[in-house]
């Protein structure tokens, strides 16, 4: 079994084998890049092209990896106490199974996203170091062993926001998602736009480039936020001409906050675009 691409997701050569060396290792593949560059769509594109249902953990600054296994709600219990519930009888009635205590007891293998680590606390990625290299944890309430029935195919994304430990890396497959050259984009774009004219994304794609490339933006564009922009241009119906000068100077393209998301980056741009008119 392996992942050769998806009809809805361009995914490079290397990619592609990153996905296999982690099945084939038996180990997560842990994404890194940009955000906007696909690690999310990944997991759900591999996971639908292998058949495999997705589980999905996505993770917050306030994410504990308690919460990944299993959850024992006392406070319930406590008040079904009080109200003579026969419900109390049972303990696991008030066990809330984490994303990783569903993922061991499939029936079938899964596909299991840990979607942007980086965002919890440092300590988030040692808490779950056991149960991700032996696929087992201990339920205390229950004195049960949970042991994994198929080794979920397991997919960690991270911004880069903060640094992961060694112990946790050296148990993942590690890829990370470069910025999608000309060529590639503009396959990503016929998956989403099969049908939009040649010149408008040529010119579409040379200002996409421009922006992205201005020295000093805190925030460059991203492939999703050039979906984005594509979509507005095709429905407000933006003419060719209003993406191109004729004398290929600097000019501000329309519905530019698509593509810039803050003061920073869209009052640099137009002090360029100044600069570039005063020279003419």
């Given at each position: 079994m392996k992942f050769q691409g998806s009809q809805n997701y361009v995914a490079t050569q290397d990619l592609m084998l990153a996905v296999n060396a982690a099945m084939t290792l038996k180990r997560p593949l842990?994404?890194?890049?940009?955000?906007?560059?696909?690690?999310?769509?990944?997991?759900?594109?591999?996971?639908?092209?292998?058949?495999?249902?997705?589980?999905?953990?996505?993770?917050?600054?306030?994410?504990?990896?308690?919460?990944?296994?299993?959850?024992?709600d006392a406070v319930s219990r406590l008040r079904d106490s009080q109200l003579g519930d026969e419900r109390v009888k049972d303990i696991n009635n008030y066990i809330v199974k984490g994303v990783l205590w569903q993922a061991f007891t499939a029936e079938q293998p899964v596909a299991l996203l840990i979607d942007e680590i980086d965002k919890a606390d440092i300590e988030f990625p040692n808490d779950l170091l056991r149960?991700?290299?032996?696929?087992?944890?201990?339920?205390?309430?229950?004195?049960?062993?949970i042991r994994a029935k198929n080794r979920p195919l397991v997919f960690i994304t991270s911004n880069n926001e903060k640094e992961l430990p060694d112990a946790f890396l050296r148990r993942c497959?590690?890829?990370?998602?470069?910025?999608?050259?000309?060529?590639?984009?503009k396959k990503i774009?016929?998956?989403?736009?099969?049908?939009?004219?040649?010149?408008?994304?040529?010119?579409?794609?040379?200002?996409?480039?421009?922006?992205r490339n201005l020295p000093g933006l805190k925030k460059k564009p991203s492939t999703s936020e050039l979906l984005d922009w594509l979509k507005l241009l095709v429905a407000e119906d933006i003419p060719l001409e209003a993406l191109q000068s004729a004398d290929s100077k600097v000019s501000v393209p329309p519905l530019v906050g698509a593509l810039l998301k803050n003061e920073q980056d869209v009052t640099l741009f137009e002090k360029l675009v100044f600069m570039n008119q005063r020279n003419r």
């Open positions: 842990l994404v890194k890049g940009e955000p906007g560059t696909g690690k999310t769509m990944l997991a759900e594109e591999v996971s639908q092209a292998l058949g495999m249902p997705l589980l999905q953990w996505h993770i917050k600054s306030t994410t504990k990896a308690q919460q990944g296994l299993y959850e024992y149960e991700i290299d032996r696929m087992e944890f201990y339920c205390y309430e229950t004195r049960e062993m497959f590690f890829h990370y998602i470069k910025f999608p050259d000309a060529d590639t984009m774009v016929d998956v989403h736009f099969p049908t939009l004219k040649a010149d408008l994304l040529t010119a579409a794609m040379k200002t996409f480039y421009d922006v």
